[in-house]
């Protein structure tokens, strides 16, 4: 049963600190999306990549965020520093066409 | 042009009734209109979708019933069970969009035993 895995599942950490989460696509997809859900803001899209290529990321706060596919099994997430405001569930999905498949997310919490 | 609305926000029904979800968008580009079903704590979970060559498609009690003209679409549960209270988004898609997804904000169902 093929799925997406996503790590940390649950992260606290303080404000300024640096925040890696961490992606497995399910293996053969191509497109890789990165979202964040918040109870205001519902589910919004971050960035996403084809091909490891990065297509989209006008989602991201550019000066804290950053996100990467250093291979085709792993995309990261990155958030530095991090503030109070980024604590959400962000959620990894991944597919071929349009289908998206979503991994279980990491919940954020910034104090 | 790029929205796509969705309503209720929230829906509480009764054991064995019909709950009914809509979603009403602009573009007439998007081509791919799927349902997600998101359980708390758990990502969103493709569900069913449709494309809008045709007007309805149903998966055992899950069906979406697809306007073109009045640009809505909307997922119907029939004989709802209190295991299907969970999130429910809309979402649509154009072509060459690499499969981007816009998401409707989201609808609450409660169904009551």
């Known amino acids: 049963d093929a799925r997406v895995t996503q790590t940390p599942r649950h992260k606290v950490t303080e404000m300024g600190q640096e925040v890696t989460m961490r992606c497995q696509p399910i293996?053969?997809?191509?497109?890789v999306f990165w979202y964040r859900q918040t109870m205001m803001q519902g589910l919004e899209l971050l960035a996403y990549?084809?091909?490891?290529?990065?297509?989209?990321d006008s989602g991201m706060p550019k000066d804290r965020f950053s996100a990467e596919m250093p291979d085709a099994t792993l995309a990261t997430l990155k958030i530095q520093p991090s503030e109070p405001r980024d604590s959400a569930v962000y959620f990894c999905?991944?597919?071929?066409?349009?289908?998206?498949?979503f991994g279980p997310g990491t919940r954020l919490t910034v104090t | 042009q790029q929205q796509v609305k969705q309503s209720p926000q929230s829906l509480i029904v009764q054991k064995g009734g019909i709950s009914i979800i809509n979603c009403a968008y602009e573009?007439?580009?998007?081509?791919?209109f799927p349902w997600y079903q998101q359980f708390p704590g758990k990502g969103p979970a493709l569900l069913i979708a449709?494309?809008?060559?045709?007007s309805e498609k149903k998966e055992g009690r899950f069906t979406i019933s697809f306007n073109k003209s009045a640009k809505q679409f909307s997922l119907h549960i029939m004989d709802s069970q209190p295991g299907d209270s969970a999130t429910y988004f809309c979402?649509?898609?154009?072509?060459?969009?690499?499969?981007?997804?816009?998401f409707g904000q989201g609808t609450t169902l409660q169904v009551k035993p």
């Open positions: 999905a991944s597919g071929l066409t349009y289908e998206q498949y």
């Open positions: 293996l053969g997809h191509n497109t």
């Open positions: 990549f084809r091909n490891r290529a990065p297509l989209d």
């Open positions: 573009n007439t580009a998007f081509d791919y």
């Open positions: 449709i494309r809008p060559d045709v």
């Open positions: 979402a649509a898609s154009r072509p060459g969009n690499t499969g981007k997804l816009i």
